[in-house]
């Protein structure tokens, strides 16, 4: 599809009307700079105006500034659906359910780090099981796993895995309501229970990053977040519900595509399987993927109690010393029943977030009570070369855009492609030279997440500033990086 056929609603706003495909029920909207939209790739149009014929679809199929090739909707891709007519599709959560990003504050700074900083990652490396098949340090029996699947980050809480403060700065207190064990296949419990506690592999890491002065936009949002000091020291994750998640998408992908058969739902693609919200099947998988995500939020909280432990080892301080404590944790791979107006009328939908993040605006009750007035906070990660951003929500996302935001930076080249393009092994020089340790247990993955693989960070963080979507708080660089 050539540029000049998108109407272009603003600077940044470029829409696909409905009479673009046959079945499309509502236009579909591109979030993106100038200079963004020419690279833009048509298989997302593709995508985005298929997403944009499901049934029961409101307002808009929307993709973010990092949108890219992903399986269904784009990754990037935003839609909301009516509860009474519309569907859920694993295609728009992805098969990593909740993978998202957790960042942490420190009170270190960068003059306190340098000198340990080969130790200090060679131990998160040995601590944090990373890579394909990784196996967690916490050993789990059936029964526990019931209650991960269940209760989300307060099983962490009641096992002393967690500090007090933790989940009250993750997205819906790091349990997703609704969840049941028994929605879940034995062959997803499988593959689910021995990896908790693990980065995984792909695009997951765990990076210790630096918020220098000069990269500081809004002072008074950074301070209400934590970050107030001079080169402090933040550590930042991201991975999801790893085998788990996936064998949940899996499963039920199979499910729906002999309940589309049955119901000739008219589904353009076969990526996009789906069931009506309130059939027994789309009622089932719901059920499923919060076990999934609730999960991913045990996931991420278990790497944290690991990350606390090493930091005590390597620096010889206090838990109050050291200051770890969690800014923010949120989903990017996520389908939420949230309430919308719509056309004069407040309407619950379920929001599909695939590759995208929540952006609530100052004064929703979802909010931490000491970010309220401020907006929830927006973590973005990039490249391991670029570091990543923390953004802040808006009403402008409430009111426009179903409270959302992009999640990252955005892939600009396949894996296959970047691997042809670089070996691992000059992606770690080059990073060496840039001052950045990275440690990784496969090397050919280093090549797959080259910086040059993907968008610029600042670029896409640029547009969603200039949409009023998020406000810009901060940039963060790498300082050590541990690659999935």
């Not at 420190?106 to 003059?111: G, I, Y």
């Not at 790091?174 to 693990?198: F, L, P």
């Not at 790893?242 to 992908?253: E, P, V």
């Not at 693989?453 to 963080?461: F, L």
Request: contains cysteine; hydrophobic residues 40%; charged residues 25%.
């Amino acid at each position: 599809m050539k540029n000049s056929q998108f109407i272009k609603r603003s600077e940044y706003i470029w829409e696909i009307p409905v009479d673009f495909k046959p079945g499309m029920k509502v236009p579909a909207r591109i979030l993106s700079s100038p200079r963004l939209i020419e690279g833009i790739d048509d298989r997302v149009i593709d995508q985005i105006t298929n997403v944009a014929c499901l049934p029961g679809i409101r307002k808009f199929a929307y993709c973010m500034p990092d949108g890219h090739v992903g399986y269904g909707f784009p990754i990037g891709g935003v839609a909301a659906f009516n509860r009474d007519e519309g569907v859920v599709s694993p295609g728009g959560i992805g098969f990593d359910i909740n993978c998202g990003m957790r960042l942490l504050r420190t009170n270190l700074t960068l003059d306190e780090v340098r000198p340990m900083a080969e130790e200090l990652l060679n131990e998160l490396f040995r601590t944090i099981p990373s890579g394909v098949g990784s196996r967690g340090y916490v050993k789990l029996n059936r029964a526990q796993f019931n209650s991960i699947m269940e209760k989300g980050v307060g099983w962490c809480r009641d096992e002393g895995y967690a500090l007090p403060g933790d989940a009250e700065h993750i997205e819906n207190q790091g349990m997703i309501a609704g969840a049941d064990h028994k929605a879940v296949s034995e062959k997803a419990v499988a593959r689910g229970i021995d990896q908790m506690g693990t980065l995984g592999s792909g695009n997951h890491y765990l990076e210790i990053e630096i918020a220098a002065s000069e990269n500081i936009y809004n002072r008074e949002l950074a301070r209400t977040f934590g970050i107030d000091r001079e080169n402090q020291v933040l550590v930042a994750i991201h991975c999801g519900s790893r085998g788990f998640g996936h064998q949940i998408a899996t499963d039920y992908l199979r499910v729906f595509e002999k309940f589309v058969r049955q119901l000739n739902l008219g589904i353009k693609d076969k990526e996009l399987m789906a069931a009506p919200i309130n059939s027994e099947e789309g009622r089932s998988y719901l059920r499923a993927m919060a076990c999934a995500a609730n999960a991913a939020f045990v996931n991420r909280q278990l790497i944290v109690h690991g990350v606390r432990d090493v930091f005590r080892r390597i620096f010889k301080k206090s838990e109050e010393e050291l200051g770890i404590r969690t800014i923010y944790d949120v989903a990017h791979n996520i389908a939420k029943f949230e309430k919308y107006e719509i056309d004069g009328r407040v309407e619950e939908l379920l929001v599909h977030r695939k590759g995208a993040t929540r952006a609530f605006g100052p004064g929703r009750p979802e909010i931490p009570s000491d970010y309220r007035e401020a907006g929830q906070p927006v973590i973005v990660g990039g490249s391991m070369e670029s570091g990543s951003a923390l953004l802040c929500g808006t009403e402008i996302a409430d009111r426009e855009f179903f409270g959302s935001t992009l999640h990252g930076a955005g892939r600009v080249m396949s894996r296959i492609q970047a691997k042809k393009s670089v070996r691992g092994d000059t992606v770690k020089q080059r990073m060496k030279d840039k001052g950045i340790l990275v440690r990784t247990g496969h090397m050919p993955g280093l090549a797959e997440e080259a910086g040059h693989a993907y968008k610029d960070i600042d670029a896409v963080v640029e547009a969603v500033d200039a949409l009023g979507i998020s406000r810009k708080v901060a940039r963060f660089y790498p300082l050590l990086n541990i690659k999935g």
